[in-house]
């Protein structure tokens, strides 16, 4: 277990910055793995999913729970962007970002990048997959910057 652990707190730290592996995923975290390949499928926490790790490319794709936490818990997190407080509500249902609304983002992020959408006021809005680098979602007007996979109003319907 503790080989596993070791493995997804790298993977974490790799996508979002160093150390957040050790707090995104603390001692107590369930991790349970393929019954036909052994190979790390989901981590959870207290029976709720904090993260996949995807078999296409072995990184992580975090749950609304884990993004709770790395913005409320972690400093050193990069994978943040900012949207206006009018694209929020319709990020939060789950619609995607698109690159007119983005205020801010982590100068980290690159395309196809896992990304925590949050307002201006740092509250996590939605999960998704960044299909353009920061430099491009601040600079372009028009397109879609975000896949939004999760809206967090969508976890409370």
Not at 56 to 77: K, P, Q, V, W, Y
């Amino acid at each position: 277990m503790e080989n596993l652990l070791r493995r997804v707190r790298s993977v974490a730290d790799y996508q979002f910055g160093n150390g957040v592996g050790a707090e995104l995923f603390p001692e107590n975290v369930q991790i349970i793995c393929s019954k036909i390949t052994g190979r790390i499928r989901y981590v959870s926490i207290n029976g709720e999913r904090l993260a996949t790790l995807r078999p296409t490319d072995g990184m992580l794709s975090i749950s609304l729970a884990a993004a709770e936490r790395l913005a409320t818990n972690d400093r050193n997190a990069c994978c943040f962007v900012t949207v206006t407080e009018e694209a929020a509500k319709h990020v939060s249902a789950g619609s995607d970002v698109f690159a007119a609304h983005v205020l801010e983002a982590d100068e980290e992020v690159r395309a196809r990048d896992e990304v925590i959408v949050i307002d201006e006021e740092k509250r996590v809005l939605a999960v998704g997959r960044a299909l353009l680098a920061s430099s491009e979602m601040c600079a372009f007007k028009i397109g879609v910057a975000v896949k939004v996979r999760h809206g967090s109003k969508q976890r409370t319907e």
